[in-house]
T-cell receptor
Framework: GAVVSQHPSWVICKSGTSVKIECRSL??????MFWYRQFPKQSLMLMAT?????????EQGVEKDKFLINHASLTLSTLTVTSAHPEDSSFYIC??????????????FGPGTRLTVL | GENVEQHPSTLSVQEGDSAVIKCTYS??????FPWYKQELGKGPQLIID?????GEKKDQRIAVTLNKTAKHFSLHITETQPEDSAVYFC??????????FGTGTRLTIIP
């Protein structure tokens, strides 16, 4: 149980284009999903919190107009990197909370998406 | 917000020996402490977690201890095997639902 998938697993795009990454909870419903970015040999940095049916909450320093998040259902959140530039190249990881889990911040992580912007 | 410190940053252990990784946190109200294992090119995998109502939890070769007074928790891996080589992250709650991660420990098991 508690499986989270991401698609695609890797993507290469040209500078200036947009890329969409999907995050799905496969066997549970997630009212809250999180998007992280991880640069090589660094820790996970939270970018935004995605809540089903409402606007995402972005961490300080993360451009909401550049990283568009949509959480249209209890099992799907998408991250769109708009007008991507080489400095956006990174490992993007999503996580999800089981809506039945109350009181503890337990999160299940997806396998990550490697984005390379040329 | 929560501040999580993790050490050591790298750890090399002879196969069969034990490995210990430690984390400290700042928010005394924190109640949930997970440990994640991340292999190269993959997402973090939850390997064990502990809630603040217990002091220790074990799962086969892996154990986590929690000292709420000192605000630190530790990951213990016994009888280490080559497949234990990975980067390990601790985390602590931040806000209502978020987690703050430690800086990671690269564990290398020497055959």
């Amino acid at each position: 149980g508690a499986v989270v998938s991401q698609h695609p697993s890797w993507v290469i795009c040209k500078s200036g284009t947009s890329v969409k990454i999907e995050c799905r909870s496969l066997d549970f419903q997630a009212t809250t999903m999180f998007w992280y970015r991880q640069f090589p040999k660094q820790s996970l940095m939270l970018m935004a919190t995605s809540n089903e049916g409402s606007k995402a909450t972005y961490e300080q320093g993360v451009e909401k107009d550049k990283f568009l998040i949509n959480h249209a259902s209890l099992t799907l959140s998408t991250l769109t990197v708009t007008s991507a530039h080489p400095e956006d190249s990174s490992f993007y990881i999503c996580s999800a909370r089981d809506r039945r889990e109350i009181g503890y911040n337990e999160q299940f992580f997806g396998p990550g998406t490697r984005l390379t912007v040329l | 917000g929560e501040n999580v410190e993790q050490h050591p940053s790298t750890l090399s252990v002879q196969e069969g020996d034990s490995a210990v990784i430690k984390c400290t946190y700042s928010d005394s109200a924190s109640n949930y402490f997970p440990w994640y294992k991340q292999e190269l090119g993959k997402g973090p995998q939850l390997i064990i977690d502990i809630r603040s109502n217990v002091g220790e939890k074990k799962d086969q070769r892996i154990a986590v201890t929690l000292n709420k007074t000192a605000k630190h928790f530790s990951l213990h891996i016994t009888e280490t095997q080559p497949e234990d080589s990975a980067v390990y992250f601790c985390a602590a709650p931040f806000g209502n639902e978020k987690l703050t991660f430690g800086t990671g420990t690269r564990l290398t098991i020497i055959p």
